[in-house]
């Protein structure tokens, strides 16, 4: 009960066609792999700049760290 069935999918698959037709369908389905495969390498390309951020700030917590020792060393 409530699920939905093969033929009930079967159903708003043909009509689905009928209304958009398998071309205008296959460049719908081309655009979304085409958006993913974008949104993929974006995420893969942002990971080194995140290290790179990370180094910096680091290097400047190590930089604060070492003026706070010398003033208490002062």
């Not at 958009?20 to 958006?35: A, N, W």
């Amino acid at each position: 009960m409530g699920g939905i069935s093969i033929w009930q999918l079967l159903i708003v698959v043909a009509i689905i066609v009928l209304l958009f037709g398998t071309k205008k369908l296959r460049t719908l389905g081309q655009d979304l792999g085409e958006s993913v495969k974008g949104f993929k390498k974006a995420m893969a390309d942002e990971k080194p700049q995140d290290a790179a951020f990370d180094k910096v700030e680091a290097k400047s917590s190590n930089a604060e760290q070492q003026k706070t020792t010398e003033k208490e060393q002062a």
